[in-house]
């Protein structure tokens, strides 16, 4: 929510970074020590991927008050993106009646390009290379979610890719990196 308050400000460039780059560190780190701790569960991963979809809609928001010019002339990409992530939860909706929460890695590398896809355009008011890159890995990483569902015999969370899923298919075990979805 911060970030939607320093959006509304006159200057909100560098409060906003900071506090967009403070959000991704403290979501890479509650993850890794709640799993530290043992304390991760089922629905603690599910609200994170809640919160986190938030995060980045208050983000964007904010990029819509400071530029609304770049939201305006990728507004085809962002509805693509939209439209995406509806068919992700629509799909796991549907077979699982549950929303997705994969955290897979292509979704960890999206998240990385969001950042500097965001970075460019709150900080140096352009989009350009960054977003279309982060447009390319968005959609590469909501078609691997859409896969992991549809392959997927029953819901689970933190699924590293499409592979992983179909091992989980034929019954064998996966190995998860502990930083990452372990």
């Known amino acids: 929510m911060i970030i939607l308050a320093i959006g509304w400000g006159i200057d909100a460039k560098i409060p906003l970074l900071t506090a967009l780059y403070l959000g991704l560190f403290s979501d890479i780190f509650d993850g890794i020590i709640a799993r530290k701790l043992n304390v991760s569960s089922a629905n603690l991963r599910r609200l994170d991927s809640q919160v986190d979809m938030l995060f980045w809609l208050s983000a964007g928001f904010s ?48 998240g990385i390009t969001l950042l500097i ?12 290379i960054p ?20 392959i997927l015999p029953h819901w689970t969370h933190d699924i590293p ?3 992983h899923a179909l091992k989980i298919r034929q019954g064998k075990t996966i190995k998860r990196h502990s930083l990452f979805n372990g």
């Open 161 to 163: 890719s499409a592979y």
């Open 63 to 110: 990029i819509w008050l400071i530029h609304p010019e770049l939201i305006k002339e990728n507004m085809v990409g962002i509805i693509g993106l939209f439209i995406m992530e509806g068919l992700c939860y629509g799909v796991s909706l549907l077979k699982f009646r549950r929303e997705t929460c994969t955290h897979a890695y292509l979704s960890k590398l999206w």
């Open 117 to 128: 896809a965001f970075t460019a355009m709150i900080g140096f008011g352009t989009a350009g």
């Open 131 to 150: 977003f279309n890159i982060c447009l390319a890995v968005g959609v590469i990483s909501h078609l691997d979610r859409i896969l992991i569902t549809l």
